[in-house]
């Protein structure tokens, strides 16, 4: 007996054991620790935490701004936390694991078992209407969020990407085809036969370029959103009831909902194009950005420089620039336009949540989480 178990006099919120020491923090918000201390584990630092984890010879606690401390033995690395932003931690034996405010997971320490060495990473992403999937480092697909339609269900098979829809998923296979899962009360979930090569689920629809170039939808089409123009395509991007694509001559065609202007697309050439809810944005070929729909005066602007990728959500955009941060703009509600000062490989905007895949391959999210999509 270290004492572990003869708790200090006073008031605490919650309490965490570890090898032969405890810790808890209390009501004021100082963090006491009691038990074996041969290497400081029960000598909490000053300060003001939220939350303490005590692990094998160690503690952990958040503080207040979110930053993480450690004390006691150290001989893994398991007491030195990146310096950054988190919402939990977590100590074991002799490594320590946390949540980052973007809902990603980090570890440090040992890592003699494979205890900090995450275990799926991800080459792309897509965010939905309030669901995400991805496609994993073994090209299947993993999704989270809101299921009532079983647009989580992907199927046990490999993909080379993979659009989040409203209440529905759909993926390009690694053998050219398209397979699509969840809400199918108009179709959406039906794609026809035939090698694409991309797919965009929308709101209740879906388009895909075929591998001749030929833009193809299906799904609801009141407002013509899965009713595309001739001549061939190079990209597809559907909205929530409008779709655009980027024609093999890089300029633009947009068809479907138009009550804001989102369907009316300007003059020039482009490389990419991205339908929100009533809000588009486009990369010209010199790579800046260009915005329209939806006007208010609360709606920030693209910014100005040069972007490698642009995805738009409900009325919100993010783009991708130069040196792998995100910025976005336009009408975020929730968060979804505050991304995480971290590097990425991709982005992509939901309606009211953000996701992208870090330059570790990580899959970090932002923005409302209601329905578990982050």
Same mark, same amino acid.
């Given at each position: 007996?270290?004492?572990?178990?003869?708790?200090?006099?006073?008031?605490?919120?919650?309490?965490?054991?570890?090898?032969?020491?405890?810790?808890?923090?209390?009501?004021?918000?100082?963090?006491?620790?009691?038990?074996?201390?041969?290497?400081?584990?029960?000598?909490?630092?000053?300060?003001?935490?939220?939350?303490?984890?005590?692990?094998?010879?160690?503690?952990?606690?958040?503080?207040?701004?979110?930053?993480?401390?450690?004390?006691?033995?150290?001989?893994?690395?398991?007491?030195?936390?990146?310096?950054?932003?988190?919402?939990?931690?977590?100590?074991?034996?002799?490594?320590?694991?946390?949540?980052?405010?973007?809902?990603?997971?980090?570890?440090?320490?040992?890592?003699?078992?494979?205890?900090?060495?995450?275990?799926?990473?991800?080459?792309?992403?897509?965010?939905?209407?309030?669901?995400?999937?991805?496609?994993?480092?073994?090209?299947?697909?993993?999704?989270?969020?809101?299921?009532?339609?079983?647009?989580?269900?992907?199927?046990?098979?490999?993909?080379?990407?993979?659009?989040?829809?409203?209440?529905?998923?759909?993926?390009?296979?690694?053998?050219?085809?398209?397979?699509? *899962?969840?809400?199918?009360?108009?179709? =959406? /979930?039906?794609? !026809? @036969? #035939?090698? &694409?090569?991309?797919? +965009? $689920? %929308?709101?209740?629809?879906?388009?895909?370029?075929?591998?001749?170039?030929?833009?193809?939808?299906?799904?609801?089409?009141?407002?013509?959103?899965?009713?595309?123009?001739?001549?061939?395509?190079?990209?597809?991007?559907?909205?929530?009831?409008?779709?655009?694509?980027?024609?093999?001559?890089?300029?633009?065609?947009? *068809?479907?909902?138009?009550?804001?202007? =989102? /369907?009316?697309? !300007? @003059? #020039?050439? &482009?490389?990419?194009? +991205? $339908? %929100?809810?009533?809000?588009?944005?486009?990369?010209?070929?010199?790579?800046?950005?260009?915005?329209?729909?939806?006007?208010?005066?609360?709606?920030?602007?693209?910014?100005?420089?040069?972007?490698?990728?642009?995805?738009?959500?409900?009325?919100?955009?993010?783009?991708?620039?130069?040196?792998?941060?995100?910025?976005? *703009?336009?009408?975020?509600?929730?968060?979804? /336009?505050?991304? !995480?000062?971290?590097? &990425?490989?991709?982005? +992509? $905007? %939901?309606?009211?949540?953000?996701?992208?895949?870090?330059?570790?391959?990580?899959?970090?999210?932002?923005?409302?989480?209601?329905?578990?999509?982050?």
């Amino acid at each position: 007996d270290y004492g572990q178990t003869s708790n200090p006099a006073g008031a605490f919120r919650s309490v965490s054991a570890g090898d032969f020491f405890t810790c808890g923090v209390r009501l004021n918000d100082t963090v006491a620790c009691w038990g074996l201390n041969g290497y400081g584990q029960a000598t909490a630092p000053a300060g003001r935490f939220r939350s303490v984890s005590a692990g094998g010879l160690h503690a952990c606690g958040l503080t207040t701004d979110g930053v993480i401390a450690c004390w006691g033995l150290n001989v893994a690395g398991q007491a030195s936390p990146p310096r950054e932003r988190f919402r939990s931690v977590t100590a074991g034996a002799n490594h320590t694991c946390g949540v980052r405010t973007d809902n990603s997971v980090v570890c440090w320490g040992s890592d003699s078992s494979g205890q900090t060495s995450m275990p799926v990473t991800f080459k792309s992403v897509s965010a939905g209407g309030a669901h995400t999937c991805a496609v994993e480092a073994n090209d299947t697909v993993a999704c989270w969020g809101y299921d009532k339609f079983g647009q989580l269900s992907a199927p046990k098979e490999k993909f080379k990407s993979v659009s989040a829809g409203g209440d529905h998923t759909c993926g390009l296979r690694i053998n050219d085809t398209v397979a699509c *899962w969840g809400r199918n009360d108009l179709g =959406q /979930s039906s794609p !026809p @036969a #035939g090698t &694409f090569d991309s797919v +965009s $689920a %929308g709101g209740d629809h879906t388009c895909a370029v075929r591998t001749d170039r030929i833009m193809v939808c299906w799904g609801s089409n009141t407002f013509g959103q899965a009713s595309p123009p001739g001549g061939t395509f190079r990209s597809v991007s559907a909205g929530s009831n409008n779709t655009c694509g980027v024609r093999t001559d890089y300029t633009l065609a947009c *068809w479907g909902s138009n009550g804001s202007l =989102q /369907s009316t697309p !300007p @003059a #020039g050439q &482009f490389s990419v194009v +991205s $339908a %929100g809810s009533r809000y588009t944005c486009a990369l010209r070929v010199e790579a800046t950005a260009v915005c329209w729909g939806i006007s208010r005066a609360d709606l920030k602007p693209p910014p100005a420089g040069k972007l490698k990728s642009v995805t738009v959500g409900g009325t919100h955009a993010c783009g991708l620039r130069a040196d792998d941060s995100v910025i976005c *703009w336009g009408l975020g509600v929730a968060g979804e /336009s505050n991304p !995480p000062p971290e590097r &990425f490989v991709s982005v +992509s $905007a %939901g309606y009211t949540h953000t996701c992208g895949v870090r330059t570790d391959h990580i899959v970090a999210c932002w923005g409302d989480d209601r329905n578990g999509q982050l």
